[in-house]
T-cell receptor, first 118, second 113 residues
Framework: DTAVSQTPKYLVTQMGNDKSIKCEQNLGHDTMYWYKQDSKKFLKIMFSYNNKELIINETVPNRFSPKSPDKAHLNLHINSLELGDSAVYFC?????????????????FGSGTQLSVL | AQSVTQLGSHVSVSEGALVLLRCNYSSSVPPYLFWYVQYPNQGLQLLLKYTTGATLVKGINGFEAEFKKSETSFHLTKPSAHMSDAAEYFCAVTVYNTDKLIFGTGTRLQVFP
């Protein structure tokens, strides 16, 4: 039983196309994230949702639109794909903890979606 | 602004040798620090974390890290490397009451027989 699952695992597409990546978690977490890992392995947060509400949007182009139909799902839709969008995209989830414990005590990551834009 | 710097994008050790992966942080407030490991074709797994309390933290697979405020460091160590430790290791920092992790650029650990 995969805790955080994302599909597809691999996505190869042409420039200009629109594509979606789906993510689901069965851990009962209320916060979900999208991270982008570039070719140099650098990980950067893109979005964070808490209880279906957008919390973090890190200067990501408008072509990227996350959608959270419920707490267990956070999908990523990308319009007009560009070459520079090629990367590995990781979905993650956690409990949102404010106060002393802080947030992001433990993130659970999906296995990633390798996006290649040709 | 918070940040982490991982010194050395590649580290190679022999099986049984000491593993030392370096991480320095920058934070104007008390940081929460993490080490994550990424095995090939997999997502990240949490190795260990420091929030408050004891500065030497022990994680999974025999790894440990020590928070040194005076040196702004959080280096990851393991006394004896195994072949299965070969992976990419990420240091990360988050700040009290935020929902954001900031990752370093990663260190690739290779273990030779």
């Amino acid at each position: 039983d995969t805790a955080v699952s994302q599909t597809p695992k691999y996505l190869v597409t042409q420039m200009g196309n629109d594509k979606s990546i789906k993510c689901e978690q069965n851990l009962g977490h209320d916060t979900m994230y999208w991270y982008k890992q570039d070719s140099k392995k650098f990980l950067k947060i893109m979005f964070s949702y808490n209880n279906k509400e957008l919390i973090i949007n890190e200067t990501v182009p408008n072509r990227f639109s996350p959608k959270s139909p419920d707490k267990a799902h956070l999908n990523l839709h990308i319009n007009s794909l560009e070459l520079g969008d090629s990367a590995v995209y990781f979905c993650a989830s956690s409990h949102y903890l404010g106060g002393v414990e802080g947030a992001n005590e433990k993130l659970f990551f999906g296995s990633g979606t390798q996006l290649s834009v040709l | 602004a918070q940040s982490v710097t991982q010194l050395g994008s590649h580290v190679s050790v022999s099986e049984g040798a000491l593993v030392l992966l370096r991480c320095n942080y920058s934070s104007s407030v008390p940081p929460y620090l993490f080490w994550y490991v990424q095995y090939p074709n997999q997502g990240l797994q949490l190795l260990l974390k420091y929030t408050t309390g004891a500065t030497l933290v022990k994680g999974i697979n025999g790894f440990e890290a020590e928070f040194k405020k005076s040196e702004t460091s959080f280096h990851l160590t393991k006394p004896s490397a195994h072949m299965s430790d070969a992976a990419e290791y990420f240091c990360a920092v988050t700040v009290y009451n935020t929902d954001k992790l900031i990752f370093g650029t990663g260190t690739r650990l290779q273990v030779f027989p």
